[in-house]
């Protein structure tokens, strides 16, 4: 089977359990201090960075993961997110601190998910912090963190250790997720609603933003 051609705009969803981290992963992947804030904001970012082959796109998410968030307000800020990473984000990089992930955000994490499209999980890759305290076992513990161990399975253990992670081996990892997936993104059409005004909203969203993170 040929390989599929890579994309011009790779577009990837931040997600995670701590803002700091999603902030520090953003910048990271841009090279650039484009999310500055010390608070996480109420509504999803979207900066983009033109590379060497293409245009990376980064829609990072306020708090998702929130149990206090309601059903309602999740929805509105899955739709922003939506919105922002039209037609579809490629991959989603989830960036999660294991010793503070809970059984409430892990639920809403599959919520959020299944918002997108049944497909979603083909599209995680997950970025996991070491311990803060590293010890003889830390790291098989985490690999078998009870809460996470369905979210490994449904993703194929698609994971990496953010402890001395370098830019290209995390974009040649986001590259093969989109190979593997034979360069589809994933179809976010559980909001048909949503979807005839993606691209007319799409650039001033945009703008917006851009703007939120000067």
Not at 46 to 72: F, G, Q, W, Y
Not at 167 to 177: S, T, V, W
Request: hydrophobic share 35%; glycine share 4%; aromatic share 6%.
């Amino acid at each position: 089977m040929a390989s599929a051609a890579p994309v011009s705009e790779l577009r990837v969803v931040l997600l995670g359990n701590i803002w700091s981290e999603r902030r520090k992963l953003g910048n990271f992947i841009l090279r650039k201090m484009v999310f500055n804030t010390e608070k996480a904001p109420d509504h999803s970012l979207r900066i983009s960075e033109l590379t060497e082959d293409k245009e990376i796109v980064l829609i990072n998410t306020p708090d998702l993961l929130h149990p206090e968030i309601s059903e309602d307000k999740l929805t509105e800020l899955v739709e922003n997110c939506v919105r922002l990473s039209a037609p579809g984000p490629h991959v989603f990089l989830l960036v999660l601190q294991p010793e503070d992930f809970t059984e409430p955000q892990t639920k809403r994490l599959r919520s959020i998910l299944e918002h997108f499209g049944d497909r979603s999980f083909d599209h995680l890759l997950m970025l996991i912090s070491t311990p803060r305290e590293e010890s003889s076992g830390s790291t098989v513990k985490y690999l078998q963190h009870h809460l996470l161990g369905d979210i490994m399975r449904k993703c194929r253990h698609k994971m990496l250790w953010k402890k001395n992670l370098e830019r290209p081996e995390l974009l040649k990892i986001m590259d093969q997720i989109v190979e593997e997936n034979d360069g589809d993104h994933v179809s976010c059409d559980v909001f048909e609603d949503v979807k005839s005004d993606l691209f007319s909203g799409h650039e001033s969203l945009k703008e917006e933003g851009a703007a939120s993170v000067k």
